[in-house]
């Protein structure tokens, strides 16, 4: 599962030439010192990633075994990471970190008593380093427990270039000019848009994305903390905007049906695969990763993106997030785990993952030269000069059992939504049931 965040497209050439002037790495690591410090030691590692992403993060965890002699066991949760968590701890056999991918989650975790809070060391770090909104969401009750390493920008769409010049269409700006160039697309023989429906979080992506053009800021603050009902009318007005694109089988390759059994990676192949069916794919910045590591798609020439359009007038979406490493009380290695933490706050471990591709870095001391690609190196550019005005992805901030859960809550009635957007006041009604019933618990 892949699920991350954003930015904003603004000039920034002296927070550029700040970053470039500073190496990546060149300074001390607190991750142990040196000589192998932590020799003899292991930690478990659980995260939701898998594929490319899991196989990338390897890297970083390989780098931390060189640097510090401690081996390192990476544990795939899937997507239910709390459910996988929270059975760990009870049978007595927890990891030493967790990579939390809501903060919904992270707050669970924290409520029950399940976490340590950071070294001074890490937090040193993130104070220095980070915008503050990303210390913000990695605390509870005033405790720091989450290091937000992997951060990403949710609000692109992602495109072939060759579908769109064949059509004679440019990126659109608008909400309603992505639809009509969505048409001339699939009058061009290719359907426009593929959608990940099988994923439920990718829909919830789609709906904050409009909410949050369409309603603005404070409504979607008010939302994601459930002080406004989800019966809302600026609900209902972003859900039937939304559902002008899932009723409309031109749009969606293959239809309602397929995209229901669509996973997040199959979207990205009907896009950049080698029989493409669609010329667009919404979903974040780690679409590239994708696209380069198993379609062989080279990066700003045989895939693109444009930034996620504005609707009704508002201005274009900036919806962001992030994985949270946490450490876990009951984990075996609190020591060597606190070590690696402090080791993923450095610019150093980002690097790592930034040359490999599909990564983006909240540290604003990671050189942007560590990127691989110029559209990666420009998203990351834009998401560091967002600073503390990213909206965090909406669904990651809800309780899990609504924002967070296979099947469940948000996920699952957004599916519904998708085989049967007719009636968007009655999926308001039904959302703002299960919300009710997930903040209450």
Same mark, same amino acid.
């Given at each position: 599962?892949?699920?991350?965040?954003?930015?904003?497209?603004?000039?920034?050439?002296?927070?550029?030439?700040?970053?470039?002037?500073?190496?990546?790495?060149?300074?001390?690591?607190?991750?142990?010192?040196?000589?192998?410090?932590?020799?003899?030691?292991?930690?478990?590692?659980?995260?939701?990633?898998?594929?490319?992403?899991? !196989?990338?993060?390897?890297?970083?965890?390989?780098?931390? +075994?060189e640097?510090?002699g401690?081996?390192?066991?990476?544990?795939?949760t899937?997507?239910?990471?709390?459910?996988?968590?929270?059975?760990?701890?009870?049978g007595?056999?927890?990891?030493?970190?967790?990579?939390?991918?809501?903060?919904?989650?992270?707050?669970?975790?924290?409520?029950?008593?399940?976490?340590?809070?950071l070294?001074?060391?890490?937090?040193?770090?993130?104070?220095?380093?980070?915008?503050?909104?990303?210390?913000?969401?990695?605390?509870?009750?005033?405790?720091?427990?989450?290091?937000?390493?992997?951060?990403?920008?949710?609000?692109?769409?992602?495109?072939?270039?060759?579908?769109?010049?064949?059509?004679?269409?440019?990126?659109?700006? +608008?909400?309603?000019?992505?639809?009509?160039?969505?048409? +001339?697309?699939?009058?061009?023989?290719?359907?426009?848009?593929?959608?990940?429906?099988?994923?439920?979080?990718?829909?919830?992506?789609?709906? &904050?994305?409009?909410?949050?053009?369409?309603?603005?800021? &404070?409504?979607?603050?008010?939302?994601?903390?459930?002080?406004?009902?989800?019966?809302?009318?600026?609900?209902? !007005?972003?859900?039937?905007?939304?559902?002008?694109?899932?009723?409309?089988?031109?749009?969606?390759?293959?239809?309602?049906?397929?995209?229901?059994?669509?996973?997040?990676?199959?979207?990205?192949?009907?896009?950049?695969?080698?029989?493409?069916?669609?010329?667009m794919?919404? &979903?974040?910045?780690?679409?590239?990763g994708?696209?380069?590591?198993?379609?062989?798609?080279?990066?700003?020439?045989?895939?693109?993106?444009?930034?996620?359009?504005?609707?009704?007038?508002?201005?274009?979406p900036?919806?962001?997030?992030?994985?949270?490493?946490?450490?876990?009380?009951?984990g075996?290695?609190?020591?060597?785990?606190? !070590?690696?933490?402090?080791?993923?706050?450095?610019?150093?471990?980002?690097?790592?993952?930034?040359?490999?591709?599909?990564?983006?870095?909240?540290?604003?001391?990671?050189?942007?030269?560590?990127?691989?690609?110029?559209?990666t190196?420009?998203?990351?550019?834009?998401?560091?000069?967002?600073?503390?005005?990213?909206?965090?992805?909406?669904?990651?901030q809800?309780?899990?059992?609504?924002?967070?859960?296979?099947?469940?809550?948000?996920?699952?009635?957004?599916?519904?939504?998708?085989?049967?957007?007719?009636?968007?006041?009655?999926?308001?009604?039904?959302?703002?049931?299960?919300?009710?019933?997930?903040?209450?618990?």
């Open positions: 599962m892949m699920r991350r965040r954003t930015t904003l497209l603004t000039s920034c050439t002296a927070l550029a030439l700040a970053l470039g002037a500073t190496a990546c790495g060149g300074g001390p690591v607190s991750a142990g010192g040196g000589g192998k410090s932590l020799s003899g030691q292991t930690i478990t590692v659980a995260g939701v990633w898998s594929g490319s992403e899991q !196989k990338n993060f390897q890297k970083v965890l390989d780098a931390f +075994t640097k510090t401690a081996k390192t066991q990476f544990v795939s899937g997507d239910n990471v709390s459910t996988v968590v929270g059975s760990k701890i009870e007595g056999n927890a990891p030493d970190v967790v990579m939390v991918p809501q903060v919904g989650v992270l707050q669970q975790f924290a409520e029950k008593g399940w976490l340590k809070p070294s001074k060391t890490t937090e040193q770090s993130v104070d220095t380093n980070y915008a503050s909104v990303w210390k913000k969401y990695g605390s509870v009750d005033d405790n720091f427990y989450g290091l937000y390493f992997k951060a990403a920008h949710k609000s692109t769409v992602w495109y072939s270039p060759d579908a769109l010049d064949q059509a004679g269409v440019k990126p659109p700006t +608008t909400y309603d000019a992505m639809l009509k160039a969505g048409h +001339t697309v699939s009058d061009s023989g290719l359907a426009a848009f593929s959608v990940a429906g099988q994923d439920g979080w990718t829909l919830t992506d789609w709906f &904050e994305n409009i909410y949050l053009s369409q309603a603005g800021p &404070e409504k979607y603050d008010a939302l994601a903390a459930h002080k406004l009902k989800w019966t809302d009318p600026t609900v209902v !007005k972003a859900l039937t905007t939304l559902g002008k694109l899932f009723k409309d089988k031109q749009l969606i390759a293959g239809g309602q049906k397929e995209a229901l059994n669509t996973d997040f990676p199959g979207s990205v192949e009907k896009v950049f695969g080698p029989e493409p069916k669609a010329g794919v919404y &979903e974040g910045d780690f679409v590239a994708v696209a380069k590591d198993q379609f062989g798609k080279k990066i700003g020439q045989d895939a693109n993106f444009f930034p996620f359009p504005a609707v009704d007038g508002g201005k274009a900036v919806v962001s997030g992030g994985d949270a490493a946490v450490v876990l009380k009951d075996k290695n609190q020591k060597a785990a606190m !070590k690696f933490l402090e080791y993923l706050a450095t610019p150093e471990a980002s690097a790592v993952w930034a040359k490999a591709g599909g990564f983006l870095s909240p540290n604003k001391k990671l050189d942007l030269a560590s990127y691989g690609d110029d559209i190196r420009e998203t990351a550019k834009s998401l560091i000069a967002a600073g503390d005005s990213v909206r965090f992805d909406m669904s990651d809800a309780p899990a059992a609504f924002g967070g859960t296979k099947g469940a809550g948000e996920w699952k009635l957004l599916q519904d939504f998708l085989r049967d957007p007719s009636n968007p006041k009655a999926t308001a009604a039904e959302l703002e049931k299960a919300a009710a019933k997930a903040y209450q618990g």
